[in-house]
Nanobody
Framework: VQLVESGGGSVQAGGSLTLSCAVS?????????LGWFRQALGKEREFVAA????????LYATSVRGRFTISRDDAKNTTYLQMNSLKPEDTAVYYC??????????????????WGQGTQVVVSS
């Protein structure tokens, strides 16, 4: 399975960006739970959001709840992260993550074995 992120870039505080993660490689990609993590310079990778495989419900880190929205389009094998009201502290490399045989990805990065290459998000004040 391959995960390819896109949509990163630079934006001013208060702006919006939408990240995409295309999943490919196997016929059963729709069976993978998907999520987003981020890693700021000099910091550990942290959980941002995840979407359940069954029902499509979102789970969010406290720091982004109410500003970010995760969604998935199984027909396109793609998950999205809509980011609104961006803050400078949202600056990081954002990674897509996938796990099989679970309803939702773990919030613990070391338990994730499928990662995208990352996409940079820079929010200026």
């Amino acid at each position: 399975v391959q995960l390819v992120e896109s949509g990163g870039g630079s934006v001013q505080a208060g702006g919006s960006l939408t990240l995409s993660c295309a999943v490919s490689g196997r016929s059963d990609v729709s069976n993978y739970a998907l999520g987003w993590f981020r890693q700021a310079l000099g910091k550990e990778r942290e959980f941002v959001a995840a979407i359940t495989w069954i029902g499509g419900s979102g789970l969010y880190a406290t720091s982004v709840r109410g500003r970010f929205t995760i969604s998935r389009d199984d027909a396109k094998n793609t998950t999205y992260l809509q980011m609104n009201s961006l803050k400078p502290e949202d600056t990081a490399v954002y990674y897509c993550a996938a796990q099989s045989n679970v309803n939702i990805v773990s919030e613990t990065p070391r338990r994730i074995h499928l990662w995208g290459q990352g996409t940079q998000v820079v929010v200026s004040s």
